[in-house]
């Protein structure tokens, strides 16, 4: 059973950070390309940050370069979110996605929760 569950997510300050944790099961994980998504109130989901291959190159929104990063742990199946210098036009529920690099397979998260406000 393919499982990606994300957590981290909660409420801060502007300028704050916050560290995104997507834990991933069910799946060849070294084999799939991972990927940051976020879907604000009344917004259509928006990639955030992603791997472009799976030897690890990486891509950011312009809207979040310079202030997130993504990183992958093979040996705990996870792919992270590291998000400095949050602004309120961050918030949003955010999801990681799982993308096979051959077969195309996507699986998605259930999103966690971030509130960026004072």
């Known amino acids: 059973q393919v499982q990606l569950v994300e957590s981290g997510g909660g409420l801060v300050q502007p300028g704050g950070s916050l560290r995104l944790s997507c834990v991933t099961s069910?799946?060849?994980?070294?084999?799939?390309?991972m990927s940051w998504y976020r879907q604000a109130p009344g917004k259509e989901r928006e990639l955030v940050a992603g791997f472009a291959t799976l030897g690890g190159s990486t891509y950011y929104a312009d809207s979040v370069k310079g202030r997130f990063t993504i990183s992958r742990d093979e040996a705990k199946n996870t792919v992270y979110l590291q998000m400095n210098s949050l602004k309120p036009e961050d918030t949003a529920v955010y999801y990681c996605?799982?993308?096979?690099?051959?077969?195309?397979?996507?699986?998605w998260g259930k999103g966690t929760l971030v509130t960026v406000s004072s």
């Open positions: 069910g799946f060849t994980f070294r084999l799939y390309v």
């Open positions: 996605k799982a993308r096979g690099w051959t077969s195309g397979m996507e699986y």
